[in-house]
């Protein structure tokens, strides 16, 4: 098992800070044990013995060409073509992707149209630009994509600039869920009807457990009216602060001119080409293979012991992702849980944080299932099971 600590605890050097006698399952953080720590050493060594200097000088604007040559095959062997090396460009990281998107394509005052629930950080990536975050209709199944038509039209007819629409359609955080078949074809077909652009986040894509994914919004759109985000965040590690946006050419070239990218050339460089040679080596589909499998373990020990501790919460298999989503109790709110839950020794993120004006969610709660051990999570789930029975009961009175 690899050391969680730093050689020198005084030293701050990880965003992870762990309670003590606190199960905290608000983390959406990798388990120390998936994160390919002596594989990526070779990496790194490999691109040092193929690329030499070239791994450490200024890099192409775009990003390398190794690695767009790897990750655009790699894509279009995941969804059956479609990548374009001129339609691609590296990032730090899918929330670097987002704020480079959101700069571009908003500007400040425009609405910008969200899915909720959705990833909270990437709803305040968003605010950061300045913009009015709009909740788009939804019903059971995600965006409802004519009643999206009709709020884009009447705010359009309102005098307001709508240029984007932000969601995560495939194994969704917080929900775990994915925006079903008909839904996607008929949200491109609205994009291109109307000129909103799709922010697509497909973090997750290739953290699936029963079943390959949904086609991404892109592939269907053919590269047009969506403009895709990925990561290698939870496929390899976040460390790594790396991952790509797949847009129209236009796009990237206008992300190449941006001022801070020409004068650093590139984003990200070394460790881009290191992610090249773990590609080519194929220790990534290796990697990625073996994280299922770690992940899934995880998912059905929590699903599993939430069923036998907390039989009144609903709880749903996700089919890929990190994440589950929950609805407590009639009656009974997250943040009236919360203190409960951590008198407990377990915690989890409130479900209205996950939505832009804060107003729902009141009765969900999300648990993440990737950063603790089986052992953990199997307590983690006796815990909340007799907090909820304690809250409950104290609702009750």
């Not at 001119?257 to 080519?280: I, K, P, Q, T």
């Not at 919360?338 to 944080?353: D, I, K, M």
Request: proline letters at 7%; glycine letters at 12%.
């Amino acid at each position: 098992m690899q050391k969680w600590e730093p050689v020198n605890e005084d030293l701050p050097v990880i965003q992870f800070q762990g309670r003590t006698g606190v199960l905290d399952l608000g983390w959406g953080h990798p388990h120390p044990d998936a994160l390919p720590v002596e594989a990526w050493q070779e990496a790194n060594r490999a691109a040092a013995d193929a690329f030499g200097w070239h791994c450490l000088t200024y890099g192409h604007a775009t990003g390398p060409g190794p690695l767009v040559d790897w990750l655009t095959a790699h894509l279009r062997t995941l969804e059956d073509g479609g990548a374009d090396p001129a339609g691609l460009f590296v990032t730090a990281g899918a929330s670097h992707g987002l704020s480079l998107v959101a700069t571009v394509l908003a500007e400040p005052g425009d609405v910008v149209l969200v899915d909720a629930p959705t990833y909270h950080y990437g709803l305040r990536i968003l605010r950061d630009r300045a913009v009015e975050l709009v909740q788009a209709p939804t019903d059971d199944d995600g965006i409802d994509p004519a009643a999206l038509e009709s709020l884009l039209t009447s705010l359009r007819r309102a005098g307001r600039r709508v240029p984007l629409l932000y969601l995560v359609p495939t194994f969704g955080n917080p929900t775990g869920r994915s925006l079903p078949g008909d839904r996607r074809l008929e949200l491109v077909r609205v994009a291109r009807r109307t000129g909103l652009v799709i922010i697509e986040d497909d973090t997750y894509r290739e953290i699936h457990y029963d079943g390959p994914p949904p086609a991404s919004l892109w592939r269907l759109a053919e590269g047009r009216s969506v403009v895709r985000i990925g990561s290698f965040s939870k496929t390899v590690a976040p460390g790594l602060r790396l991952g790509w946006i797949n847009a129209e050419p236009s796009l990237v070239r206008t992300l190449s001119e941006l001022g801070y990218v020409d004068s650093g050339g590139g984003v990200n460089h070394s460790v881009a080409m290191a992610m090249a040679r773990f590609g080519d080596s194929g220790a990534y589909d290796r990697h990625v293979e073996r994280v299922r499998h770690f992940y899934r373990r995880r998912r059905d020990i929590l699903v599993g012991e939430l069923r036998t501790a907390a039989p009144t919460l609903p709880v749903e298999p996700p089919a890929g992702g990190w994440f589950l989503w929950l609805k407590l109790p009639d009656g009974l709110l997250a943040r009236d849980l919360l203190p409960v839950a951590e008198r407990h020794g377990v915690s989890f993120v409130e479900g209205q944080r996950f939505y832009p004006n804060g107003s729902g969610g009141l009765d969900h709660l999300r648990l993440s299932f990737s950063l603790l051990s089986p052992d953990e999570l199997a307590e983690a789930g006796r815990r909340l099971g007799r907090a909820l029975s304690a809250a409950t009961r104290s609702n009750g009175d």
